[in-house]
């Protein structure tokens, strides 16, 4: 693990106000959904999430199940299945199966209904609330809960107008929040991996920065893509020289057949993001 530290801050207000809501709703939420991204199960975990939910049940969603490498993410819900997580990976875009997701809910609440009925009282639907960091699919999870069944329910006590409960069905109501992060980005590799996989506004880091981190993960996980894409069989000392193979092979040139970098940046961050599938790059090992 490259643990240099970086003094990242990046907390907009919003962030803030987000993690004082919840906690003020901290009462009524049954189950906790913690969503995550597939490609970077530890870098999109909330750092300080046991702060925010204390000891509230909850399930690890790994969203974007489609677009990571299995092999990798397998060893990642094994690790926290092993800390005592429920984990739960979704694959939202082209075969979203949410059973698996209904089945853990509804084992969790039974306890807690359990305990509703030895004092006289009837069984309750789950109250669930949704927490992230942005973009890790958050919006799309609630979207394929919500379907076309869903009815918005209100405010009910103790819960302000900024956060409303969507009813799902007889057995499930959602609270969603707003993405959040951390106060400090600390980890290089966490901050260069959110940057990379588009978690946190990309002008945080110097994009020409985040590009180099994103060519020597490619190459140092996976080779066979990189040389695929831009036919690079190896990251140059100077990543420059690796800069102008791509802008050649890819035609981002200006007058004089030179390289212009920032069409270069351009085509490396829209690949990572729709070209690159079947790729993690957090490794176990490197956090254990």
């Not at 973009?135 to 409303?164: F, M």
């Not at 002008?203 to 190459?219: F, R, S």
């Not at 020289?241 to 057949?257: A, F, S």
Request: charged fraction near 30%; include cysteine; aromatic fraction near 8%.
């Amino acid at each position: 693990m490259n643990d240099n530290k970086t003094n990242i801050n990046w907390y907009p207000g919003h962030m803030a106000k987000t993690k004082r809501l919840v906690k003020e709703q901290l009462d009524l939420i049954d189950i906790v959904y913690e969503v995550i991204d597939a490609r970077m199960p530890y870098s999109s975990k909330i750092k300080d999430i046991d702060e925010i939910i204390k000891n509230k049940p909850r399930v690890l969603v790994m969203t974007k199940y489609d677009l990571c490498d299995k092999v990798e993410t397998a060893k990642w819900i094994k690790y926290y299945e092993e800390k005592g997580y429920k984990v739960v990976p979704l694959d939202l875009e082209t075969n979203c199966n949410l059973k698996p997701l209904y089945r853990v809910t509804d084992e969790l609440m039974v306890s807690i209904n359990e305990k509703r009925e030895n004092k006289g009282m009837l069984k309750k639907a789950a109250r669930v609330l949704i927490i992230g960091i942005p973009n890790v699919g958050k919006s799309t999870l609630l979207n394929r809960l919500v379907g076309k069944k869903a009815v918005e329910t209100g405010n009910k006590p103790g819960v302000t107008k900024n956060l409303n409960w969507i009813r799902i069905n007889e057995k499930i109501e959602l609270l969603d929040t707003p993405g959040i992060l951390w106060p400090k980005l600390d980890e290089e590799r966490v901050a260069f991996n959110l940057a990379s996989l588009s978690a946190i506004k990309e002008e945080i880091l110097p994009l020409y920065n985040v590009c180099e981190y994103i060519l020597n993960t490619l190459y140092e996980y996976y080779p066979k893509q990189l040389e695929d894409r831009y036919g690079i069989k190896e990251i140059a000392e100077d990543i420059a020289d690796t800069m102008d193979i791509i802008g050649k092979k890819r035609g981002c040139l200006v007058k004089g057949g030179l390289v212009d970098y920032d069409k270069v940046i351009t085509v490396i961050m829209n690949d990572i993001k729709s070209y690159f599938k079947n790729i993690t790059f957090d490794r176990v090992d490197n956090n254990d």
